[in-house]
Each structure stands twice: as structure tokens, then as C-alpha cells.
């Protein structure tokens, strides 16, 4: 898919243009470094689900995720959560120069593997990545609370979390509109204006994709 928005380009190689670009860098937090719900990471982006394993019916059979281990059960959302930072792109190679990505306050459109997959149960699930309702992290805890699930309640249910992230340092690819504006400090950096992209489900928004 990102090879339909033309070739990749380190920071070095941008050239002004009216057209979105494909910068590729690696990324470097701005001021706010999130905590990422499920595996406690510091990033500049996350989403974070958490599921629960029902009956397979007429009306969840549809929306569900089957069960590898029960083909009469799907897991089912129970809350989600999406949130974002402003960060930067660098060049290890021109450590000069840098590309700033609003990430805090504009729509971000990620294509990213999950980096953390983790379960808990009421009672042991076939799968090497168990975790007890009573043994959760007090970040994943938080998140769980934000969303006004019970914790008393969830120990009664089969749950498991999924999150995709982005850390400091990944390389990634952003396609967006480059323009030149002045940070804080009154010096020149390039800032990525969120794109549209017509005839498709693209809406405006920063379009990301994890490279390694």
C-alpha cells in the first residue's frame, strides 16, 4: 500500500513540492512521552485494545475475532484507546536536519504491526502469556479504568489486551505536505501538514507506517 504514494525519501533527499511526500526517519519525542496501556513502553503513539472471549452468537459472530482454541467462542471489544504525541523524524546520517510531526493534534491514520499481546483470565487459558486480572500493571489498570471497566468484574471474564506502538528511535515513513515554518526559537524546520487522499478511505489525517 505505501508504494502507491511514490518512492521513500530520507529527510536529506526533500525537495519543496505542492504533492504529499513519503519522509522516512526515525523518530525522536518532542516534550510529552506517552505510556503505552499493555506493555508499559514510553512512545509517541499507541492503540490499545482490550477484548473479551463470549459465546459465539447470530449477532457477535459477525464483529468477533474467532478463538483458536474454541470455535463456539469470539473475542469481543471492550474498550479501545488511540492517542498520539508531537515528535520529530531525524537522519542519523544528517543529524541537522529534522521533520516535525503534530501528532498531538492532528488525526494519525497508522498501518503497524502489534507489538504486545498479553491475556488474563479467571482461570488458565491455553497460551504461554497469562496474566491474572489481580497481577495487571497499574498503567494497564489505568486504562481499563478510563473506560469504566470494573476490575472486580473483568477477574470474572476472559480478557486479553493487544496494542501496536511506536518507540523512540523506530524508523518510520509518514506521507504528508511539507512546509517550512519557524519553531519556538525562530529557526526554520520542515512540519508535516495532515493530506487527504482523493477517491479513497484516506481522510485527512498523518498516514504512518513502521518500516523495521
Known amino acids: 500500500m505505501m508504494s502507491n504514494f511514490g518512492n521513500l525519501q530520507r529527510i536529506s533527499q526533500i525537495e519543496d513540492s505542492e504533492y504529499p511526500q513519503l ?12 505510556q503505552a496501556p499493555v506493555s508499559g513502553k514510553p512512545c509517541v503513539y499507541y492503540e490499545a485494545l482490550a477484548e473479551q472471549l463470549v459465546d459465539k452468537t447470530d449477532e ?4 468477533g475475532i474467532p478463538d483458536n482454541n474454541d470455535p463456539h467462542k469470539v473475542w469481543v471489544p471492550l474498550c479501545r484507546e488511540i492517542k498520539s504525541a508531537d515528535f520529530t523524524l531525524i537522519d542519523v546520517d544528517s543529524p541537522g536536519l529534522s521533520v516535525y510531526v503534530p501528532g498531538a493534534h492532528t488525526k494519525i491514520n497508522v ?3 502489534e507489538d504486545a499481546i ?3 483470565a479467571a482461570r ?5 502469556m497469562v496474566v491474572r486480572h489481580d497481577k495487571l500493571p497499574t498503567y494497564t489498570k489505568d486504562f481499563l479504568a478510563r473506560h469504566g471497566i470494573d476490575l472486580d468484574d473483568i477477574g470474572k471474564k476472559q480478557v486479553r489486551y493487544r496494542e501496536a506502538n511506536f518507540e523512540y528511535g523506530e524508523q518510520i515513513a509518514v506521507l ?8 519556538v526559537n525562530g529557526n526554520p524546520v520542515k512540519f508535516v501538514k495532515p493530506v487527504s487522499v482523493p477517491n479513497s478511505s484516506f481522510y485527512e489525517s498523518t498516514h504512518i507506517w513502521l518500516l523495521n
Open 176 to 183: 504528508g505536505l511539507l512546509r517550512n515554518v519557524q519553531d
Open 23 to 34: 519522509i522516512c526517519g526515525r523518530i525522536l519525542p518532542v516534550t510529552e512521552v506517552l
Open 118 to 120: 498479553q491475556h488474563s
Open 111 to 113: 498501518f503497524a504491526t
Open 60 to 63: 457477535n459472530g459477525m464483529i
Open 124 to 128: 488458565s487459558m491455553r497460551s504461554k
